[in-house]
């Protein structure tokens, strides 16, 4: 589907990383990365969207790295990238770059109860390690910010309200006291009552007129 290598080609992978790795006596960095609520894509747009956007994130993760680096997808919405060859500092600022570029491009999809997302965890990687540990403490780092972000995202709505939010904006105008209905409601008969008393009381002035014309 997305053109990447699956799980058992990867691993053939690593571990061919791993034998260079003690050859050289180099190290490198590998990146576990994670779909959040990717079944909502399928249940709501359908598989043949949620194919596309596998392939995307394979697209993306494959052209941001080196053409000696790894990618592969080794689950149904997992992917492993192997950056070869790298430092702790080079290698996660690297993966965090990934991260970003592949999070921004993915923000656009909007679904109802989530927001389709990737989690990244990575660790590094030297001469003594085997493949299934590696792959391991990757998939510990993955979710361990998978369910930080979880927990800074339940503060936050914690915080600011959540869906309280709201009903706090309906009740910034607060409702009419009976007095003031009262008001309201009367304000035609005390228009009409005073356009009453104007015509049967005159103004002074006027009264002066009709005097004045009386006497004439």
Same mark, same amino acid.
């Given at each position: 589907?997305?053109?990447?290598?699956?799980?058992?080609?990867?691993?053939? !992978?690593?571990?061919?990383?791993?034998?260079?790795?003690?050859?050289?006596?180099?190290?490198?960095?590998?990146?576990?990365?994670?779909?959040?609520?990717?079944?909502?894509?399928?249940?709501?747009?359908?598989?043949?969207?949620?194919?596309?956007?596998?392939?995307?994130?394979?697209?993306?993760?494959?052209?941001?790295?080196?053409?000696?680096?790894?990618?592969?997808?080794?689950?149904?919405?997992?992917?492993?990238?192997?950056l070869q060859r790298t430092t702790?500092?080079?290698?996660?600022? *690297?993966?965090?770059?990934? !991260?970003?570029?592949?999070?921004?491009?993915?923000?656009?999809? *909007?679904?109802?109860?989530?927001?389709?997302?990737?989690?990244?965890?990575?660790?590094?990687?030297?001469?003594?390690?085997?493949?299934?540990?590696?792959?391991?403490?990757?998939?510990?780092?993955?979710?361990? *910010?998978?369910?930080?972000?979880?927990?800074?995202?339940?503060?936050?709505?914690?915080?600011?309200?959540g869906a309280v939010a709201p009903?706090? !904006?309906?009740?910034?105008?607060?409702?009419?006291?009976?007095?003031?209905?009262?008001?309201?409601?009367?304000?035609?008969?005390?228009?009409?009552?005073?356009?009453? *008393?104007?015509?049967?009381?005159?103004?002074?002035?006027?009264?002066?007129t009709c005097g004045r014309d009386?006497?004439?």
């Amino acid at each position: 589907l997305t053109g990447l290598l699956n799980r058992r080609g990867f691993m053939t !992978e690593l571990e061919r990383a791993l034998v260079l790795a003690r050859r050289h006596r180099d190290r490198g960095l590998l990146v576990y990365v994670d779909l959040d609520d990717f079944k909502l894509v399928n249940d709501q747009r359908g598989h043949a969207v949620g194919d596309l956007l596998l392939c995307q994130v394979g697209r993306m993760l494959r052209q941001n790295v080196r053409t000696s680096d790894v990618v592969a997808r080794i689950g149904g919405d997992e992917f492993a990238v192997i950056l070869q060859r790298t430092t702790l500092t080079g290698g996660q600022r *690297r993966a965090r770059a990934l !991260e970003r570029q592949v999070n921004n491009a993915m923000a656009t999809w *909007r679904l109802r109860g989530g927001q389709v997302g990737a989690s990244f965890g990575f660790c590094l990687f030297c001469a003594d390690d085997a493949a299934e540990a590696v792959l391991a403490r990757a998939d510990a780092a993955m979710y361990a *910010r998978k369910r930080s972000a979880k927990r800074a995202t339940t503060r936050h709505s914690a915080e600011t309200g959540g869906a309280v939010a709201p009903k706090t !904006e309906q009740r910034e105008r607060p409702p009419l006291g009976w007095r003031a209905l009262l008001h309201l409601a009367a304000r035609p008969f005390l228009a009409a009552r005073r356009m009453l *008393r104007s015509s049967l009381n005159p103004a002074p002035d006027a009264l002066l007129t009709c005097g004045r014309d009386c006497r004439s």
